[in-house]
């Protein structure tokens, strides 16, 4: 079995996991309040198109859209544009985002547009060949459906989300207002449900992020189809962005939402420190909590791709 059909069977292994465990937590909470879900399904499609609606407005604000006539970002829009002829798809919409943290991203609808956004300081450090094996990235991520994938499977933790720091907050203010022993036994109530529901979610969100680092590698394998030998400058790309992300406070808003929280790295070379991660051995609990693979990791299976075994 080669690395693609075993990244395939992961992917289809996770994604049944993953709906097996939403659905057993939604019949049980449908169950637990008597309500049918006749009336909880249609609840949560006007959310997802909620979500699906406003997304391109809250992940990409701040951006500049950019055309092949741009005096300043028109070769970016070119680059793009000929990632995506090469990967089959319609161009994405391209936009350069103002944010303090190097990373691109793919976002939007299929309303608006697709789109892929790109940060200033990620056009700062990187050069063409890296930059050009970032956007085959997520460029992958539009051709393989990942915005509205990764939306459908984090609907419900995220509606649990919601629900959880909603009654922990009111069950917290209620615990300070109390007045007597009947209030103080609602608060703690709120509270004791509040913190099942958030075990509950993180239980969720264990299943989902595990399917999404394997479609982060599979957006890497995007690149490699694309690029052949070229995707190895992807590899250089992550080194530069976690060394330039040593020192950057991540937008607890929108960055947390398009950037992967750092790795701590010592080193300060970026071609150093791509050779430490080829020999490192990475955990397979080191990025359980991460949504995209440890950056090892992704250096290691971008290597494999191009030369196999032999690195």
């Known amino acids: 079995m080669d690395l693609k059909q075993r990244l395939t069977l992961?992917?289809?292994?996770?994604?049944?996991?993953?709906?097996?465990?939403?659905?057993?937590?939604?019949?049980g909470i449908a169950s637990l309040l008597h309500i049918s879900l006749f009336f909880i399904f249609p609840a949560l499609v006007i959310f997802w198109l909620f979500q699906w609606i406003i997304s391109p407005y809250v992940v990409g604000r701040g951006g500049y859209e950019v055309f092949s006539n741009d005096p300043q970002y028109g070769?970016?829009?070119?680059?793009?544009?000929?990632?995506?002829?090469?990967?089959?798809?319609?161009?994405?919409?391209?936009?350069?985002?103002?944010?303090?943290?190097p990373n691109a991203f793919a976002y939007g609808n299929r309303l608006g547009g697709m789109r892929v956004g790109i940060t200033l300081p990620l056009l700062n450090i990187l050069d063409v060949d890296e930059l050009t094996a970032v956007i085959a990235h997520e460029v992958g991520h539009i051709k393989h459906r990942d915005v509205e994938i990764g939306m459908t499977i984090g609907l419900i933790p995220t509606v649990l989300g919601y629900i959880s720091t909603l009654l922990m907050n009111f069950g917290?203010?209620?615990?300070?207002?109390a007045a007597d022993e009947i209030e103080l036994l609602f608060a703690i109530a709120t509270l004791a449900i509040g913190f099942v529901i958030f075990i509950v979610t993180f239980i969720l969100q264990i299943f989902v992020l595990w399917f999404n680092r394997?479609?982060?590698?599979?957006?890497?394998?995007n690149s490699f189809l694309v690029l052949g030998e070229g995707s190895k400058a992807l590899a250089t790309a992550l080194a530069k962005i976690?060394?330039?992300?040593?020192n950057i406070r991540i937008d607890p808003f929108t960055g947390i939402i398009v950037t992967a929280p750092p790795v701590k790295v010592e080193e300060k070379d970026p071609q150093l420190l791509v050779e430490q991660w080829l020999r490192t051995k990475v955990s397979a609990f080191k990025d359980i909590l991460s949504t995209h693979p440890y950056p090892a990791r992704r250096a290691q299976m971008i290597y494999r791709l191009i030369y196999g075994s032999n690195i």
Request: glycine share 4%.
């Open 214 to 221: 394997l479609r982060e590698s599979y957006a890497d394998y």
């Open 172 to 177: 917290y203010l209620a615990l300070f207002l």
């Open 10 to 27: 992961s992917m289809v292994i996770s994604l049944g996991l993953t709906i097996i465990s939403e659905g057993i937590v939604l019949m």
């Open 242 to 246: 976690e060394i330039y992300m040593q």
């Open 75 to 101: 070769w970016l829009y070119n680059l793009v544009r000929r990632i995506a002829e090469e990967s089959k798809i319609k161009p994405p919409r391209v936009f350069v985002i103002d944010a303090p943290y």
